[in-house]
């Protein structure tokens, strides 16, 4: 059953903690990426990875860092640098970032992080 | 630049009655473009996307897009809405080449209601 999974599905932050969420899919597909959803806010890019061991920051990388080791996997760090981290974030896969008629992005349930 | 504004922040219809939810766009190329949903709490699903063939795009559920390019716009129909319909809706749009650190995107969202 192809897909991307997101873990854990809430997660709990202490003041001055890192957390890192979990991204996995096995689709085959080369780019990731991860958003920030805040209420009335829409989806906003924090980073995204075209290939394995390689990505770029998106519009509010500030705060988080990520990791692309394995194609299938691109997880996400809060760092304690970010100071309002409370929101929904979303992991996404496509075949491709760029190029004519753009592929698809495929999105995983979602992380719910919340700040003790 | 690419950008993309949904005219509504919430639209309420009854059960039974047509649903329209607008999009307009802003893009330098011909772009692609997309619709989502996203139910409470879960990840986003794609419900149709435009690539430059048919300006008329059906898609899943009953709901279908027109491509206006003399309107830039992308408007997301449905005849008869149904109380599974009710979510949030993004419009997104993507450039035909690659645009550099922001592969997609997205509306801030249209938030529709059913009553029964």
């Known amino acids: 059953d192809g897909g991307i999974t997101q873990s854990p599905k809430y997660l709990f932050r202490k003041e001055g903690q890192n957390v890192t969420l979990s991204c996995e899919q096995n689709?085959?597909?080369?780019?990731m990426y991860w958003y920030r959803q805040d209420p009335g806010q829409g989806l906003r890019l924090i980073y995204y990875?075209?290939?394995?061991?390689?990505?770029q920051k998106g519009d509010i990388a500030e705060g988080y860092s990520v990791s692309r080791e394995k194609k299938e996997s691109f997880p996400l760090t809060v760092t304690s640098a970010q100071k309002n981290p409370t929101a929904f974030y979303l992991c996404?896969?496509?075949?491709?970032?760029?190029?004519?008629?753009?592929?698809?992005?495929?999105f995983g349930p979602g992380t719910r992080l919340l700040v003790l | 630049a690419q950008s993309v504004t949904q005219l509504d922040s919430h639209v309420s219809v009854s059960e039974g009655t047509p649903v329209l939810l607008r999009c307009n766009y802003s893009?330098?190329?011909?772009?692609?473009l997309f619709w989502y949903v996203q139910h409470p709490n879960k990840g986003l699903q794609l419900l149709l996307k435009y690539t430059s063939a048919a300006t008329l795009v059906k898609g899943i559920n009953g709901f279908e897009a027109e491509f206006k390019k003399s309107e830039t716009s992308f408007h997301l129909t449905k005849p008869s809405a149904h109380m599974s319909d009710a979510a949030e809706y993004f419009c997104?749009?993507?450039?035909?080449?690659?645009?550099?650190?922001?592969?997609?995107?997205f509306g801030k969202g249209t938030r529709l209601s059913v009553i029964a």
């Open positions: 689709l085959n597909h080369d780019a």
């Open positions: 893009s330098s190329y011909s772009p692609s």
């Open positions: 997104v749009v993507s450039p035909l080449r690659n645009s550099g650190n922001t592969p997609l995107v």
């Open positions: 996404a896969s496509s075949m491709d970032t760029g190029g004519a008629n753009q592929e698809t992005q495929y």
């Open positions: 990875s075209q290939i394995v061991n390689d990505f």
